[in-house]
C-alpha cells in the first residue's frame, strides 16, 4: 500500500511523541535519584534507567524511521525550510543519523569505559593523582576518535558548506551533540576575540579592586555574613516567582549539584543547595535554574517530543540561565528594587551595607582556580582553555600524559595563577571522565548570546531599566518567549540568534556590557 506523505509524517510525529514520553520518564527516575531516592534503591534505579534507555534506543534506531524520513523528504511537505514539517524532518534526520551511524560495539564500549572512568575520576580527584587518571582517560580520548571519525561522514543537513572535510572534522562532529550547526573555526574566532578583551579587562578590574580596598576575598566579604537558610528559601522563591517561574508548573527542591530538568509540558524542575554563609551560591545559582527553567516553560507544548517542542541548543540554553542570573540578576536595575527587601528580610547581615557596596560584592571578581565557583568574568577563560585543550587531546597534539603540564601553564598565562595540585588543575571537571568532548564551548557560547539578545531586549523594549527598577519583568521575559522559546528547534542556533537580535552571533556585546558595568562600578 502506497503511504502518503502526509501519513508518513503524522507517523513520525507519532513516533517522536513516543519517544519524548520515554526520554521524560528517565528523566524523572534521575530527578528523583537526585532528590529523594533512598541510596538503597539505587541498583533497581540503574535497572530502571538501563531498561528505559534500551526501549528507547530501540526505538529510535527502527528503520521504519529512516524509511518514513525518506518519503517524506521527497514530498512538497518540506518545501519551506522553516515550516513545522521541514524543521522537525530536518532535526528528525539528523538525531537518526547519528544514532545509526555508530556502530553498536562502539557504543557499548563508550557506555562501559565512560561509567568506570567517571568512577576513577572520582578517585583521582579525591587522591588529586593525574596518573591514576590518565590510563581512562586515554581510553575516552581514543573512542571519541573513533566517535567522531564516524559521525564526521554524515551529510551536514543544516548548513549550506556540506559536511566538514578539514582537520576540524572530528571535533565539529562531536560539536553537534550540543550546538548543531556550530563550527570549530567558527567558535575559535569568537573566543580569541573575547580573550584578548577579557585578558586586559580582568587586570584593570584586579587594579581597580586593589585601589578601592576590595581585593581578594575582602570584596565579597558581605555575602559570606549570616543568611539564615529559612529566609533564603523565602527570598530566593520570591525572586525566582517575580522573573516568572511558574510554581504551578514548576517546583524548587534541594540536591548536592544544582540543576534543571524539563519533565514535560506543565512540569519543570529546578534545584538549588543553602549555606548560610554563601548568600550568592542559592541565589544566583536560583536564578540561573530559573533561568533555565523559563525555557522549558516556555517551548511549545503541542509540539512535545519533537523538535520543535525542544531546545535549539545547549549554547541557547545556557544564555536563558547567563541572562537571568548575570544581565539582570547582577545588575543595578534589578537591585535597586530588590535590595531594599533583602535588606529587610536579611536585617542582621546587611544592616550596615549600601546598595553600591552590595553590587560591588555581587560583581566581585577575582581569577581563581575552580571553574564553578568562578566570577562572570574569568569564568570565560577557564572554558577557552578547556575548548583548546580538548581539541589537542583529540587529534594528538597534546599526549594524555602532558595535559597537567599543558593546563597549568595555560592558567598561569591566561589568568596568571597555577593549581597547586591536579585536583583543583586538570581534574577538577567531571566531563571528560563522562566522554562529554565539545561541551565546554557551550557555556561560553551562552554568555555570548545572552549579552547580545539582553541588548537587543533593551534597544527595543523602551524603559527596561526602569520596569526593573520597579521589580517588573514580564516585558522582558514575553520578548525572550516570542524571539527564542516558541521556536524550539525551528532554526540552528546561529540563525536563531541572528534572527533575535539582527546579527550572528559576535562577543563584542558581552564585552561592552562587562566593560560598562566594571566602569560604572569600579571607575576603572
Ligand atoms: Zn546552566
Same mark, same amino acid.
Given at each position: 500500500m502506497l503511504t502518503t506523505a502526509q501519513t508518513a509524517y503524522e507517523t513520525l510525529v507519532a513516533k517522536a511523541r513516543e519517544l519524548g514520553l520515554l526520554s521524560s520518564c528517565s528523566?524523572?527516575? $534521575?530527578?528523583?535519584?537526585?532528590?529523594?531516592?533512598?541510596t538503597g534503591g539505587s541498583t533497581h534505579r540503574g535497572e530502571q534507567m538501563a531498561l528505559l534507555a534500551g526501549l528507547h534506543h530501540e526505538r529510535a534506531t527502527d528503520p521504519k524511521i529512516g524509511e518514513l524520513l525518506s518519503i517524506v523528504e521527497a514530498s512538497d511537505l518540506v518545501a519551506q525550510a522553516d515550516s513545522a514539517p521541514a524543521a522537525n524532518v530536518r532535526e528528525l534526520r539528523r538525531a537518526f543519523e547519528r544514532r545509526t551511524r555508530l556502530p553498536r560495539e562502539l557504543v557499548e564500549e563508550l557506555a562501559r569505559t565512560t561509567s568506570l572512568a567517571q568512577q576513577e575520576w572520582i578517585a583521582a580527584r579525591r587522591e588529586s593523582s593525574f596518573p591514576r587518571f590518565a590510563p581512562w582517560l586515554e581510553k575516552?580520548?581514543?573512542?571519541k576518535r573513533q566517535e567522531g571519525d564516524c559521525?564526521?561522514?554524515?551529510?551536514?543537513?543544516?548548513?549550506?558548506?556540506?559536511?566538514?572535510?578539514? !582537520?576540524?572534522?572530528?571535533?565539529?562532529?562531536?560539536?553537534?551533540?550540543?550546538?548543531?550547526?556550530?563550527?570549530? $573555526?567558527?567558535?575559535?574566532?569568537? +573566543?580569541?576575540?573575547?580573550?584578548? *578583551?577579557?585578558?586586559?579587562?580582568?587586570?584593570?578590574?584586579? *587594579?581597580?579592586?586593589?585601589?578601592?580596598?576590595? $581585593?581578594?576575598?575582602?570584596?565579597?566579604?558581605?555575602?559570606?555574613?549570616?543568611?539564615?537558610?529559612?529566609?533564603?528559601?523565602?527570598?530566593?522563591?520570591?525572586?525566582?516567582?517575580?522573573?516568572?517561574?511558574? +510554581?504551578?508548573?514548576?517546583?524548587?527542591?534541594?540536591?548536592?549539584?544544582? +540543576?534543571?530538568?524539563?519533565?514535560?509540558?506543565?512540569?519543570?524542575?529546578?534545584?538549588?543547595?543553602?549555606?548560610?554563609?554563601q548568600f550568592g551560591d542559592a541565589f544566583f545559582g536560583v536564578l540561573h535554574e530559573v533561568g533555565h527553567g523559563l525555557y522549558e516553560q516556555g517551548l511549545p507544548a503541542e509540539h512535545f517530543g519533537t523538535p520543535l517542542g525542544e531546545a535549539a541548543s545547549l549554547g541557547v540554553h545556557e544564555s536563558q540561565s547567563r541572562l537571568w542570573e548575570n544581565a539582570v540578576g547582577r545588575g543595578r536595575p534589578f537591585w535597586s528594587y530588590w535590595f531594599p527587601?533583602?535588606?529587610?528580610? +536579611?536585617?542582621?547581615?546587611?544592616?550596615?551595607?549600601?546598595?553600591?557596596?552590595?553590587?560591588?560584592?555581587?560583581?566581585?571578581?577575582t581569577p581563581s582556580l575552580i571553574r564553578v565557583q568562578a566570577d562572570e568574568v574569568t569564568y570565560n577563560l577557564h572554558i577557552i582553555i578547556r575548548f583548546e585543550l580538548e581539541q589537542a587531546l583529540l587529534s594528538g597534539d597534546l599526549p594524555v600524559g602532558e595535559l597537567p603540564s599543558a593546563w597549568n601553564q595555560k592558567y598561569g598565562e591566561t589568568l596568571g595563577i597555577a593549581p597547586g595540585s591536579d585536583a583543583v588543575g586538570c581534574l577538577q571537571d567531571i566531563h571528560w571522565s563522562a566522554g562529554l568532548v565539545g561541551y565546554f564551548p557551550t557555556y561560553t557560547l551562552g554568555n555570548i548570546y545572552?549579552?547580545?539578545?539582553?541588548?537587543?531586549?533593551?534597544? *527595543?523594549? !523602551?524603559?527596561?531599566?526602569?520596569?526593573? !527598577?520597579?521589580?517588573?519583568?514580564? !516585558?522582558?521575559?514575553?520578548?525572550?518567549?516570542?524571539a527564542v522559546h516558541r521556536h524550539g528547534q525551528c532554526y540552528r542556533p546561529r540563525t536563531l540568534i541572528e534572527r533575535a537580535t539582527g546579527a550572528p552571533p559576535d562577543p563584542s556585546y558581552l564585552v561592552a556590557a562587562l566593560r560598562q558595568k566594571y566602569e560604572e562600578l569600579f571607575g576603572l
Open positions: 528523566a524523572l527516575l $534521575a530527578w528523583d535519584e537526585q532528590t529523594s531516592m533512598p575516552v580520548v581514543r573512542l559521525l564526521a561522514t554524515i551529510p551536514d543537513s543544516g548548513s549550506q558548506t556540506g559536511g566538514s572535510h578539514n !582537520e576540524n572534522a572530528r571535533y565539529d562532529a562531536l560539536l553537534e551533540d550540543y550546538e548543531p550547526g556550530a563550527k570549530t $573555526a567558527e567558535l575559535a574566532g569568537l +573566543f580569541q576575540a573575547l580573550k584578548v *578583551e577579557l585578558v586586559p579587562l580582568i587586570r584593570q578590574i584586579g *587594579e581597580a579592586s586593589v585601589r578601592l580596598g576590595r $581585593a581578594g576575598s575582602a570584596g565579597d566579604q558581605i555575602l559570606r555574613r549570616t543568611y539564615p537558610l529559612e529566609r533564603q528559601k523565602v527570598f530566593v522563591e520570591a525572586a525566582a516567582s517575580a522573573v516568572g517561574f511558574d +510554581f504551578e508548573r514548576g517546583r524548587l527542591d534541594v540536591t548536592a549539584h544544582p +540543576f534543571c530538568t524539563g519533565i514535560g509540558p506543565g512540569d519543570t524542575r529546578i534545584t538549588t543547595r543553602y549555606d548560610q554563609h527587601v533583602a535588606r529587610r528580610v +536579611f536585617y542582621e547581615a546587611l544592616r550596615d551595607v549600601s546598595l553600591d557596596a552590595f553590587l560591588a560584592a555581587v560583581n566581585h571578581v545572552a549579552a547580545q539578545l539582553f541588548a537587543r531586549a533593551k534597544s *527595543e523594549l !523602551e524603559g527596561l531599566d526602569g520596569s526593573l !527598577e520597579r521589580g517588573q519583568s514580564a !516585558e522582558l521575559l514575553s520578548w525572550l518567549r516570542s
